[in-house]
C-alpha cells in the first residue's frame, strides 16, 4: 500500500496512466489532468459540482475519445486543491 499527499486535482501523473480512477470527494470542476491519465478502455467516477454534485462517469474509448454519463445528484465533501 502507497499514500500520496498532495493536490487531487492533480492526480498521480508518475503512477499513470490508470484503469480506474474512483474520486470519493466532489470536485468543483472537471479535474482534466485525472482524464489524461486514465489508459485506453480507463473509466473514472467522480462528483461534480460546487454544494451538491452530479455523479459522473467519464469512459476513455479505444481511439481515446472521452465518454460521459452523468447521474443523480449527491453531496460530498469537497476535494481540495494544493495551497503551496
Not at 470527494?25 to 462528483?47: E, F
Not at 459540482?49 to 474509448?61: A, E, I, L, N, R
Amino acid at each position: 500500500t502507497n499514500l500520496f499527499y498532495g493536490d487531487g486535482y492533480l492526480g498521480l501523473s508518475q503512477e499513470a496512466p490508470f484503469d480506474k480512477i474512483l474520486v470519493t470527494c466532489g470536485a468543483a470542476d472537471l479535474p482534466i489532468s485525472l482524464l489524461d491519465q486514465l489508459k485506453i478502455g480507463g473509466q473514472m467516477v467522480i462528483p461534480i459540482g460546487f454544494k451538491k454534485q452530479v455523479m459522473t462517469h467519464f469512459f476513455k474509448d479505444k481511439e481515446g475519445n472521452i465518454k460521459k454519463n452523468e447521474y443523480e445528484n449527491f453531496q460530498f465533501v469537497p476535494l481540495l486543491r494544493d495551497k503551496q
